[in-house]
Nanobody, 130 residues
Framework: QVQLVESGGGSVQAGGSLRLSCAAS????????MGWFRQAPGKEREWVAA????????YYADSVKGRFTISRDGAKTTVYLQMNSLKAEDTAMYYC???????????????????????WGQGTQVTVSS
């Protein structure tokens, strides 16, 4: 059973930084998508960033490109989201997710499609004050 546990959320002032972590267990990731999504109150869930574990290719939403960085640790079991130059509009619950179906999410949409993800973490809150 896949488990994804996020941590690292908190409150920060605009311009500050946070690093989110997602510890994954229960599955051996080879050619899968691992992504971060966020959802603010009253808004739809938004894809933020993803890494394709087959080649460690990374993808970013335009709204975070140049400010956020997704990466994995050496053991390939933890995914990070380094968030710099945070803005008030980054305030949301952030979720880690993975698509356990071999290559599916990457082939279909370069890991951008929420419907391709099979497992989700419980979320971690990020609040940015202006």
């Amino acid at each position: 059973q896949v488990q994804l546990v996020e941590s690292g959320g908190g409150s920060v002032q605009a311009g500050g930084s946070l690093r989110l972590s997602c510890a994954a267990s229960g599955y051996s990731f080879s050619r899968n998508c691992m992504g971060w999504f966020r959802q603010a109150p009253g808004k739809e869930r938004e894809w933020v960033a993803a890494v394709y574990t087959g080649d460690d290719l990374t993808y970013y939403a335009d709204s975070v490109k140049g400010r956020f960085t997704i990466s994995r640790d050496g053991a390939k079991t933890t995914v990070y989201l380094q968030m710099n130059s945070l803005k008030a509009e980054d305030t949301a619950m952030y979720y880690c997710a993975t698509d356990r179906i071999y290559e599916r999410g990457w082939v279909r949409g370069r890991c951008r499609g929420a419907d391709d993800y099979t497992d989700w973490g419980q979320g971690t809150q990020v609040t940015v004050s202006s």
